[in-house]
């Protein structure tokens, strides 16, 4: 943060005449926090840095971590950390080809005397296996050292009891929220075609349909894949989990993008090198490692 407010000092004429320890001063007391998005490499090395001892980045960790209970930074962990990579590798094509949305329906009279029945279609929250102990632990955690989920608005997908509780999420007024997901399936719109995020795991499916005659949504028949097939789907949930994170981060226009995928051997990914410098032209992303982080304090 001080490096950051000296630069501010430079820039603007040496703090017109004011000293710099009164500048500092100043800044650090004013200064807006930068609001950070980290990957599900990135997330728990700061949240919990005591698990990585001998980690040989494990001080920096545990600064950053100081800096979001200082509240130089806001940390969010996009949902798809719960709804989707929790899931099993092994059960994805399972668990998704057997997906169920769940219906409420309600009736009310209305004031001229008429029935009136509304339907709601939401998630069957009953299919999701739960959390891994772990993994609910060090989520609580990270809620308790002021870190937010970012909401990615998929319909019908279930979650566990975290992603209901409107306490893990950032906040947002009413506005703000139809513009940031306008903004996210915008960018999911441009970023899907390109051949990576959920599109992958789209393709198998339509490619598992197209094999057996089947028709109908292209999860339905995952369930029917081959072992390799099955090894694919595991890859390609995840590869859509990092294009809805992405997405999110854009709709929420934070401020950097924590990960530690260095996009050089990503293969088709939406964090290989060539579509990191894409997002980067395209919507102003701005990628960070944890050691990048760091220096921006």
Sequence with gaps: MRERAYKIWEENGQGHGHDLDHWLRAEVETAPFMKITFDSNAWQK????????KHEDNQIFRNIRQAVLDNEIKGYIVETVTTLEA??????????????????????ITP?????????LGPDDSHHPGLMPVLEDRLSEAFKIGFK??????????GPALVRDPQNYSTESSVEMGKRQDKTFAALRVIEPRGVGKTQVDDIGNKISAAHGLSGPWF?????????EARDIADAVGEWADGDSIAAHIGYENDYFCTEDQGIEAGVSILNAENKLW????????FVTIKELANLL
Excluded at 87 to 108: G, L, M, N, P
Excluded at 112 to 119: A, H, N, Q, T, V
Aim: proline share 8%; charged share 35%.
């Design 112 to 120: 001229d005397g008429r029935l009136k029945i509304s339907f709601k």
């Design 149 to 158: 989920f970012l909401k990615i608005p998929r319909v019908g997908m279930p």
């Design 87 to 108: 899931i099993k590798r092994v059960d994805r094509a399972e668990y998704f080809s057997s997906r169920t949305s769940k219906t409420q329906i309600d009736e009310s």
């Design 279 to 286: 997002l980067e032209k395209t919507y102003g992303v701005r």
């Design 220 to 228: 339905e028949n995952l369930g029917k894949a081959t072992p390799q």
């Design 46 to 53: 700061i949240v919990v840095p005591e698990r990585f001892p």
